[in-house]
């Protein structure tokens, strides 16, 4: 069988790693991959947002199966595109696509359906939403309607600083048109869990849960990011949280979308707050998480591509999806400066004692060596039977890969080992 998988970082890396365990699997076509992902399969030099040459590139490689890894490429219409000319895609279409494309779709379906978030008002006039902001419980979270590379939320803990943010999204348009319509929605507090689940539309497999550390310094300091690491399962998703969520958000996601007539086959991801009240949604994605898979994937017993073809065709409920009992840590690495300025350029060391765990996410190959090329530069994921273990084992093979103004985090894992994680 020959893969296409369109996407470039470190989620795509570990989805190709997995998939290259198929023995059907005679070629991955990483579009555009990297550097690191060089070693792994064919990267081939077309955009993620480019769709026509996408297709066509399927087309004349006569491609047997797409793995749509992105969220820009799912909202513009990927999958719909591919399956127009007879290839079948693991991914949502583009109107289901828009419960991450839009949130202010995805506000609106859960008020209408009963689906537990954060109570929420809807604007696309400056004027009345800085109104709104005179007399609006504080802090309180400003998010742009639109994609914006996980950056249109901004959480304001002071009014001046809610109004500043509007501006910026409706007036300023750092987003662009994402900030054309915005949403500002109560702040909720407790830990956050991150759940990616499979779904055909009709069955729901959730996967094993994690914990992601945003933010670029230990202890939580610093400037959000695109994440700093992950650890699975969290600690704090108990079995009868997971019950409960099965019961109150994820089936009733599912069944809201093909109510709505947009039925979701692919992996739709769960950001959940759990708070005094119970879990409540602060966020739906349309896709992996990046760095969630690179921690989740490492622990999937079964085969991903039979998993990902009974999405496609609607058997999901007729296939086992089984997962390891272990724990998994992934260890960011980045470039110093990071998420703001940084240098790339230089030479990458990955010894091949541990490559078989490293992700790369940000990385290009030049006069022949492997160099940086990103922000967020590759994900060292370890697996033990104890998430002490498998923290020890990921930071053992950080301190064994090598790479000028290389920046991480010394503490991941540290909030979960405090709340029971062993």
């Known amino acids: 069988m020959k893969i296409m998988v369109v996407g470039g970082g470190g989620r795509e890396h570990a989805i190709i790693k997995k998939l290259k365990e198929n023995q059907n ?51 513009l219409g990927a999958v719909d595109a591919l399956e ?20 202010v779709f995805s506000k609106n379906l859960m008020k209408k359906y009963g689906i537990p978030t954060a109570a929420y008002e809807v604007f696309d006039d400056m004027k009345a939403a800085l109104a709104y902001l005179d007399t609006a419980p504080i802090p309180t979270v400003i998010k742009a309607d639109g994609l914006a590379l996980g950056k249109g939320v901004i959480i ?38 991150s759940v990616l689940s499979f779904t055909d ?54 069944d809201a979308m093909n109510a709505e007539g947009r039925t979701f086959r692919g992996c739709l991801y769960f950001g959940l707050m759990l708070t005094e009240n119970g879990p409540k949604v602060i966020e739906y994605n349309c896709r992996f998480g990046d760095p969630e898979t690179q921690v989740v994937l490492p622990l999937l017993k079964s085969d991903l591509l039979t998993v990902m073809q009974a999405t496609t065709n609607g058997t999901l409920a007729d296939c086992p999806v089984e997962f390891y ?26 010894p091949t004692s541990v490559a078989s765990g490293v992700y790369v996410a940000g990385a290009a190959i030049k006069d022949g060596k492997l160099v940086t090329n990103g922000g967020r530069v590759l994900g060292a994921t370890a697996i033990a039977d104890t ?24 503490d991941i894992g540290a909030r979960a080992m405090r709340a029971g994680g062993k």
Do not use: W
């Open 325 to 350: 009992d272990g724990n998994a840590c992934c260890v960011i690495m980045a470039s110093k400066g990071y998420p703001s300025k940084y240098e790339k350029g230089f030479e990458m060391t990955i």
């Open 201 to 254: 539309g009709k069955t729901v497999i959730p996967m094993v849960s994690s914990m992601d550390h945003k933010r670029a310094g230990d202890n939580d300091t610093g400037l959000n990011t695109g994440g700093m690491g992950t650890v699975a399962p969290n600690p704090y998703y108990t079995k009868e949280i997971a019950e409960r969520c099965m019961r109150e958000i994820f089936r009733p996601t599912v």
């Open 25 to 75: 699997v005679t070629e991955i076509y990483a579009l555009p991959g990297n550097g690191g992902i060089a070693a792994d399969a064919t990267c081939v030099e077309i955009g993620a947002k480019e769709i026509d040459k996408i297709v066509a590139f399927a087309v004349e490689n006569k491609i047997d199966y797409a793995v749509v890894a992105p969220d820009d490429p799912l909202v």
């Open 84 to 103: 127009a000319k007879g290839i079948p895609c693991f991914g949502p279409r583009a109107n289901a696509a828009i419960i991450e494309g839009s949130k």
């Open 387 to 410: 998430l002490g273990e498998a923290i020890e084992k990921a930071y053992g093979m950080v301190e064994q890969i090598h790479f000028e103004n290389a920046y991480y985090r010394k």
């Open 156 to 193: 304001a803990m002071t009014r001046d600083e809610a109004k500043d943010a509007v501006r910026s999204m409706m007036e300023d348009k750092v987003f662009g048109a994402s900030g054309d319509h915005i949403v500002i929605e109560e702040f909720l507090t407790g830990p956050e869990v």
